[in-house]
């Protein structure tokens, strides 16, 4: 249809006033998709859709190029188009790279150079442009290239320099980033269409088993001179079809196809390239469907559309704000949708029409707040994601602990998607769940141990049930995972049955929630209340009583409690999941001597009451011992409000935001984890923080003067605004507050905060108040608040007599096979 050019500009004016009526921002503009992109952070930061499979970038070959690119300067080694973001471990896929030439040395096809190694080059770190559905770069040679996507169908332009004989040739190459591609991979080359497809198989990068990856690329903007097929650095266009062998030097024989192109218009050429896990023939018919006429503007539109519609929910008034705060801020929002990856229609393992989506990479790191922010911003896809994890329950047999590219991930600690389920089930997610499935899900993580539990559920659970914690060196004949970790994995066990009892409170199931309220507190059992922590120049701490790893007959293991934090660089103690690993996962004893989420009340009591607990969660901070760039100093930074001490959580926040995440390059502690560090970096600066599990979230102010949450399932609009506000942020200290007008003390609020669209006013101060510190403000814990400060060092009091698990106990638990003996508090 055409329009004339008066009534567009009518149409345009309409829109205008529109837009300004609704004051809609567009918080697309603050997205720099670059923070994480060097220091570790990983991030992955090109063109993809929220969740999308399609994610296109320019690879690198830098030490960190889990993400595919990074700014630290390495060369570029293809551009490809699956990927994860923010993972550890190895690079993760990097599936079928396109790589650029204007033309060939002496006009020869074999003048190209055709293997990874030889052919990457440096590229122009000032060309390097990365926004929503959008990445661009230029490299050395003067070949440009941009990129957008589609969910499964990437579209790249590559403009040539004139050089040589105005032949430029793309090769699509065959390997992944991390060089894992097995035998048998194909490709046909179609003569006169130019169409390439196949299929390679390959390795997932924290995980076990093989995905195989099918592509289908197209060609468009010039005409073809000649394609073919290439093996290792030679090319012939008499070739159009390849199976080729991993072969025998433990890295795989390069291989794949190429196109020449007989002009080399100044517009560029369109190479559009979607994938499958089903076939070449449905890649195929994905990028016919989504981007059929190779529309680049159209498909960024689109894209950008997309984006701009999931930073949507959350608005903040940012007057008087540095807008590096903002930036940070809805990039860290961004960064939570990049992965888990919607591959719904791209499961080949089973088909059975419920949503499917993958790249929960790992629910260790996303438990804790990425996923209960999208709870938030996004329940409707989380709301799918959960579908799939049970669906995945049904069908593998086990929930996922971590998930990749349609593998089994290698799980770091307990079964956290108890915690994820939970956390889904208490805040009203209900839309095609099955929560009895669901629950039965989680029971089976409790009650049944696999027999290979790296992957899924969880080991030792013999022991666990009759000695009330996974021991030391365990014995455990009936399944088998590296059995370190007994500290972290016993917290963490307790924590996931917390989680259980409460669905089973939900659920009306009575003998369930008594059951699992009881071994919930098994974390007492691996409390050492002698244990000192000295540092290595051999001053004290000062602090007595640690969490320890316990043998089977109840002597204690001897894990220095500094051991694997960030200070220890002196032990030479592996804390990951390597046999000779330490008794807590990638962290200190230190560390995990706060990881009760269920039960701060009892923590608090053995810590020597609130003074006592604050002493140490500061200590823990002030001497770098917590790990800010790792997911289980998360919630540590806030569990100052368990002791009264909200004001405490504000100032500790802003500790870490900006100076640990800033909205740079390097600007991220550690790997974000699939966004994990993203979510940490939103949900406290809107002031809002979980503790995942539970109904619950710990109040600080925003950093902003308002926020507010337009909830995406009925359109209530929930508002935190700041009375007082301080863009220095030396007036951080609530005051007072209300909820909906009404005064309103505690330190925490529910769900039904963004599900009913509430109003939280804060009144902020220069100085700590008295909001919030008394034991009827403070957050839900399984143990009653003692109410006072306690001893000050944790070594004596009745409190702790009663928690003490001596061996007599031990032997009788073990005797008894029951719990009975610990009494819990509530
Ligand atoms: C737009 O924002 C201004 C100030 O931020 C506010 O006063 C006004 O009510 C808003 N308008 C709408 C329609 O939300
Ligand atoms: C990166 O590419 C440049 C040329 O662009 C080359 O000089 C350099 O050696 C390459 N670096 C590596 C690590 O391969
Ligand atoms: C490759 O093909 C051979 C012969 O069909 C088969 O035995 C082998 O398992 C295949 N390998 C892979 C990794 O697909
Ligand atoms: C291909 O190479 C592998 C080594 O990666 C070898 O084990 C295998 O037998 C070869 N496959 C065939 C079909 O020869
Ligand atoms: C996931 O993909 C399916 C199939 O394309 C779609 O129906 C669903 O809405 C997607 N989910 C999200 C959260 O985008
Ligand atoms: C802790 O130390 C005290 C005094 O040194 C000692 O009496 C007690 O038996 C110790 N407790 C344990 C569990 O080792
Ligand atoms: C020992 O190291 C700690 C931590 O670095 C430090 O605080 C303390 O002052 C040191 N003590 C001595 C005696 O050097
Ligand atoms: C308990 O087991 C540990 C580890 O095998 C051993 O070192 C210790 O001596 C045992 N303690 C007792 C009291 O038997
Ligand atoms: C370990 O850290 C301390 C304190 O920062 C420093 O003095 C020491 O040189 C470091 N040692 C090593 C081996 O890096
Ligand atoms: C903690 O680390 C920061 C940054 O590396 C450093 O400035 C500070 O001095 C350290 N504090 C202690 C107590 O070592
Ligand atoms: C704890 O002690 C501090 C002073 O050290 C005091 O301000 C606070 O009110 C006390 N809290 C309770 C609950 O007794
Ligand atoms: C602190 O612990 C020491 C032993 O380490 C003990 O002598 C002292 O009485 C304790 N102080 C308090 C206030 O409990």
């Known amino acids: 249809m055409a329009i004339s050019k008066s009534a567009a500009l009518a149409v345009f004016w309409v829109l205008s006033q529109f837009v300004r009526g609704q004051n809609v921002t567009d918080n697309l503009k603050y997205v720099n998709q670059l923070i994480g992109s060097a220091n570790g952070g990983n991030v992955f930061p090109g063109a993809t859709l929220p969740y999308g499979m399609a994610k296109a970038v320019a690879d690198v070959d830098s030490e960190s190029n889990q993400g595919g690119f990074t700014t630290e300067g390495g060369n570029v080694t293809g551009f490809s188009t699956m990927h994860d973001s923010g993972t550890g471990g190895s690079p993760s896929l990097g599936t079928f790279a396109f790589f650029p030439y204007a033309s060939c040395a002496g006009g020869d096809i074999n003048g190209c150079a055709f293997p990874k190694k030889a052919r990457k080059i440096h590229y122009k770190p000032e060309s390097v442009k990365a926004s929503p559905g959008y990445f661009h770069i230029e490299l050395q040679s003067g070949v440009a290239a941009e990129m957008t996507t589609a969910h499964h169908t990437s579209l790249f332009r590559f403009k040539f320099p004139s050089t040589g004989d105005s032949s430029p040739l793309l090769l699509l190459d065959l390997t992944d980033l991390s060089d894992s591609r097995q035998d048998n991979a194909t490709i046909q080359v179609d003569e006169t269409t130019g169409r390439m497809s196949g299929s390679s198989r390959f390795n997932p990068s924290f995980g076990t088993g093989t995905y195989v990856a099918y592509f289908c690329a197209d060609f ?10 290439f093996v290792n650095s030679r090319a012939s ?37 979607a994938v499958s896990y089903i076939s070449s023939e449905q890649a195929c018919s994905n990028a016919e469907a989504e981007i059929p006429d190779f529309d680049f503007g159209a498909t960024h539109t689109a894209a950008e559309s997309a984006w701009r519609e999931k930073l949507s929910p959350i608005t903040v008034s940012s007057e008087g704000v540095d807008s590096s705060l903002v930036t940070n801020f809805y990039s860290g929002i961004y960064r939570t949708m990049v992965n888990p990856q919607n591959y719904t229609g791209e499961n080949p393992k089973w088909d059975s029409g419920e949503p499917y989506f993958d ?114 060196q365990d014995f455990d004949y009936k399944g088998f995972g590296t059995i370190t970790r007994s500290v972290s994995r016993t917290l963490e066990y307790a924590y996931n049955d917390f989680c259980i009892a409460q669905m089973a409170n939900k659920l009306g199931k009575t003998d369930d929630l ?55 660089n002196y032990s030479g103690k592996s804390c990951s999941l390597q046999n000779t690993g330490q008794e807590t996962f990638e962290s200190s004893l230190w560390e995990y001597g706060f990881y009760v989420p269920g039960d701060q009340a009892a923590l608090i009591d053995l810590y020597g009451g609130r003074d006592g607990f604050v002493k140490r969660l500061d200590y823990l901070h002030d001497q770098n011992i917590t790990y800010i760039g790792n997911e289980p100093s998360f919630l540590t930074v806030f569990q100052y409000h368990y002791a009264g001490r909200p004001a405490l959580s504000a100032k500790r926040s802003h500790f870490y935001i900006p100076r640990y995440f800033s909205p740079q390059n390097d600007g991220l502690p550690g790997n974000d984890d699939s966004g994990a560090m993203g979510s940490f970096v939103a949900m406290s600066m809107m002031g809002l923080f979980p503790n995942p599990g539970q109904n619950v979230y710990l109040i600080t102010p925003p950093y902003f003067p308002s926020v507010s949450i337009k909830s995406p399932l009925n359109g209530k609009t929930a508002t935190i605004r700041n009375v007082n506000f301080d863009p220095t942020y030396e007036t951080i200290y609530i005051q007072s507050a209300t909820l909906d007008g009404e005064p309103y ?82």
Not at 220 to 229: F, L, M, P, V, Y
Not at 373 to 382: E, G, H, R, S, V
Not at 533 to 559: E, K, L, M
Not at 809 to 824: C, E, I, N, T, Y
Request: aromatic content about 12%; proline content about 4%; some cysteine.
């Open 220 to 229: 468009k903007g010039a005409s073809i001179r000649e394609n073919g097929i």
């Open 237 to 273: 266009a008499n070739v159009k079809d390849l199976k080729i062998n991993r072969s025998i030097n433990g890295y795989p024989l390069p291989g794949g196809g190429f196109i020449r192109f007989s002009e080399n218009p100044s517009d560029g050429v369109l190479a559009r390239i």
């Open 359 to 472: 790249s929960f990479y790992c629910l260790w790191d996303s438990f804790r707040s990425q996923l209960p922010f999208l709870t938030i911003n996004d329940p409707k896809a989380l709301t799918q994601m959960v579908r799939s994890l049970i669906d995945t329950y049904q069908h593998e047999g086990w929930l996922p602990d971590c998930r990749m590219s349609l593998c089994k991930g290698y799980t770091q600690g307990g079964s956290n998607a108890d915690v994820v389920l939970t956390d889904a089930f208490i805040k009203g997610l209900t839309d095609g769940i099955d929560w009895d499935v669901g629950y039965e899900a989680v029971v089976k993580d409790a009650e049944v141990e696999p027999f290979f539990w790296s992957v899924e559920g969880r080991g030792g659970l013999d022991s666990w049930k009759s000695l009330g914690y996974v021991p030391t």
């Open 514 to 568: 008594e059951k699992y309220k009881e071994s919930s507190g098994n974390w007492e059992s691996l409390f050492s209340k002698n244990q000192t922590s000295f540092f290595r120049n051999g001053s004290d701490t000062g602090f007595v009583g640690f969490f320890q790893g316990r043998y089977q007959n109840g002597t204690w293991h001897n894990q220095d409690p500094l051991w694997c934090s960030t200070i220890d």
């Open 745 to 826: 003390t505690k330190n925490w609020i529910d769900h039904s905060f963004f599900t009913d669209g509430k109003e939280l006013v804060l009144t902020l101060g220069r100085n700590e108040s008295s909001w919030g510190t008394q034991i009827e403000d403070l957050p839900p814990s399984l143990s009653e608040y003692s109410g006072g400060n306690g001893t000050t060092n944790g070594t004596s009091g009745k409190t702790l007599g009663r928690r003490e698990i001596t061996m007599q106990m031990l032997k009788a638990r073990a005797g008894l096979g029951s719990v009975d003996v610990v009494g819990l508090g509530a």
